[in-house]
Each structure stands twice: as C-alpha cells, then as structure tokens.
C-alpha cells in the first residue's frame, strides 16, 4: 500500500489517547462548511438586490435617454431619422418639467414627464401595465401609487399642478397653474419614483410650457444592448446633443454596492481563514503526537515528500469535505430563501417583498477557488514542518 495514503487513513482515524486531536479536525470541517455557506448565501443576497435594483432602475431610468442642454432643441425630424437609421431600438420623445402638486391639505414636488402614450408605453413595461388599452388624452395625468397615497388622491379626481414656468400678471410673475383629471396610477415597486414621476400627455405639456408644436426635452431610447449601442447612437446624433445611459444617471449608486460587495466578499472569507487555523492547529498536533513514527519512518527509508505528501493530504481532507459539505449547504439555503417567504421585506424600500437571491457564476467559482487556496495553505504549512523533525536526536530522546 502506498505510504501516504496509509499513514492519512491512520491519522484520519479516532485517537481515544489524544480525542482533542479528532475534535480539533471536526471543529475545522465543521468551520470551513459553516464559513462557505454564509458566503454562497450572503453573495447570492448581494447580487439578488444588485440585480433587482439594475431592473428597477432600468424600467424607470431607461436604457439609455437622449438630452439636449436647450428645452424643446429635439424635434420630429431627429426622431424620425433615427428609427429609421436604428430599427432595432425603440423611441418615445418626451417633455419634462418640475412641478409642486396640490393635494387637499399638502404639496408636493416632483417631475411631470408630457409623453406620447403609444411610444412611452413600448418602453416602458410600468406605463404599459398602467395605462393597458387606453392612452393619455388631453389633460389627463398618471401618477404614481406613493404620491396617490401621499395626497388622499383617488382616480377621475381633479389634482392642482403648480409649474416652475411664470405667467406675467399686473406688476408681478405668477407660477403658472393647471387642473388635471387622475386619469390612473402606476407602482414601479421603488417609492422614490412613485411619489416624484408622473405622466401626462404630450400636447397638453407642450401647450402650458409654450413648446412649438413637435419639439421635445429629450428621447428616452430602450435597447436590449444598450452598452454597444450607446456608442453608435452618439455618432448619429448632432452637435450638442448627448446619449447618456441608465448606468452613468446612477453610476455611484451602484459603485457603492459593489464596493459593499467586495467588502462583505473579504470579510466573509475571514471566517473561512479563521476555520483553516484549526486545520493548521489540528495537523501540528498530529505531528508532535506522532514525532516517534515520523522519525522511525524516515530512518526505515520512507522519504521527506512522502511524508510531507500524508499531512498535506490529511489537511486537504479535512478542508475539501468541509469545502463540499459547505455547497451543498450553501446551495440548499439559496434555494430555501428563493422558494420559500422565510424572509419578509418592506417591498416600498426595496422594491419586492421577497427576499432576492440570484448567486452569479463568477461569485460561485471565485468563492470556491478562494476556500481551496486557504485550504492548501493552511495544509501546506503543517506538512512541511512534520519533514523538519531531527531523526536521530527524535529516536535518542523519544
């Protein structure tokens, strides 16, 4: 039998003399499996709401907007020409403005976007589901569910706008003022949005900020590869005019979560190092317990690698059954969380009731590589050091 697997099958065994070595073993399969599966589970958390937030922000934000640094600088033929030069992305001309609206008892401010139904609602799957069949007419107005509940708003209910635009009246600007029918409201899950956006139509928005008739704020542009096409479409587009993508609007929001991520990511594989130090510990003990038979054997002629090759093998035991024992584990409580309400969160904050989990591929084998390096380093160590014993000085004494 070779020697390396025999002496790893002889240490791996329960010593009734020395039962602290065995539990120091059980303490570091048991850290390592523990360590991995908070790490699969908290990166499949992480990435769940850096996910759920991307789609949010994506519905609401879009793909990507075209701006103009002029109020009503984009007109009907710019449009035209770039549905006709990019068939495959889909655009919805918009106006926006800043607005207080008026309920009962309170105001409150936010930004009321003028939109051609028809258009807004290919790109946008909330409008869509908001407005179905029918269309924004007139000075109907949709508003979103948070400012609804804000302002004891119901629907065919009249509603005060208050614009930032002024109307001269005797010696003094007055703010200009509308009345608009609730036609419905949207909830896009993120109460940020429903309590500042709300849509009316086009014409109306375009004939109370005194816009000429087919001239527009911006675009708003919906691709499914809005990363390759942004390029492009900057090209096309005249002096002046700027293509900004969803994830330049929010650039820092997400940075933030990915530095959390990363963060979390090293702390987490601290616990992982932490359990590795009682495979360290558990190794050294096996050596010192067995220093007799590791000299004796190595006067018999068995070699330095052999030996080195049985303790690191034993510490590779120990650390990949925990490494395995710890996916399934992992695994096992990704899929608990994502099938099963264990977990209720405030769906107005976060955008969904349900906990997120959505554990990437890049997380998983980064995590696996990451527990199998601080396993072969923690076995590497206490496998050198079991070659390093004087033989002759070892057999005189011991």
């Known amino acids: 039998m070779n020697l390396a697997k025999y002496l790893l099958f002889k240490y791996l065994r329960f010593d009734k003399t020395q039962p602290f070595i065995t539990l120091s073993a059980v303490l570091a399969f048991l850290g390592v499996s523990v360590g991995l599966m908070v790490l699969i589970v908290a990166m499949a958390i992480m990435n769940g709401f850096d996910k759920e937030f991307e789609r949010k922000l994506f519905t609401m934000n879009y793909p990507i907007t075209i701006m103009s640094p002029f109020k009503g600088n984009i007109n009907d033929e710019l449009v035209e020409n770039l549905k006709n030069n990019f068939q495959h992305l889909k655009f919805s001309p918009f106006i926006s403005t800043q607005v207080i609206v008026k309920g009962t008892n309170n105001l409150e ?36 569910q948070g400012l609804k509940n804000e302002l004891a708003l119901s629907e065919n209910e009249k509603v005060t706008l ?31 949005y429903d309590k500042a956006y709300s849509y009316t139509s086009i014409q109306a928005l375009a004939k109370i900020l005194d816009y000429q008739p087919n001239h527009y704020d911006g675009v708003h542009v919906y691709s499914k590869n809005p990363f390759d096409d942004i390029s492009s479409l900057q090209e096309a587009l005249p002096m002046g005019l700027r293509a900004i993508g969803w994830w330049q ?30 495979i360290i510990s558990s190794l050294l003990m096996t050596v010192m317990n067995r220093r007799q038979e590791i000299a004796l054997l190595l006067a018999l002629g068995a070699t330095k690698s052999e030996i080195k090759k049985s303790f690191f093998m034993q510490g590779i035991v120990i650390g990949g059954s925990g490494i ?16 099963f309400n264990i977990v209720n969160l405030p769906a107005d904050v976060y955008g969904s009731s349900k906990l997120p989990m959505e554990l990437s591929i890049a997380d998983f084998v980064m995590i696996v590589i990451g527990a199998i390096l601080i396993v072969a380093f923690s076995s590497f160590y206490p496998a050198k050091k079991a070659t390093q014993i004087d033989v002759l000085n070892t057999l005189r004494n011991e």
């Open 324 to 339: 395995i024992f710890g996916i399934i584990l992992g695994l096992f409580g990704v899929w608990l969380l994502s099938n």
């Open 249 to 278: 609007q929010n650039g820092n929001f997400f940075s933030a979560l990915q530095l959390e991520k990363r963060a979390l990511f090293i702390v987490l594989m601290l616990i992982i190092l932490v359990a590795s130090l009682n």
């Open 109 to 144: 401010g936010g930004v009321i976007f003028g939109i051609k139904s028809s258009d807004e609602k290919q790109i946008n799957s909330v409008i869509n589901d908001a407005l179905k069949d029918t269309e924004l007419k007139d000075y109907e107005i949709l508003i979103g």
């Open 162 to 192: 208050i614009f930032t635009k002024a109307d001269p009246s005797g010696f003094a600007l007055i703010p200009k003022m509308k009345r608009f029918d609730i036609k419905t409201s949207f909830s896009s899950g993120l109460i940020a």
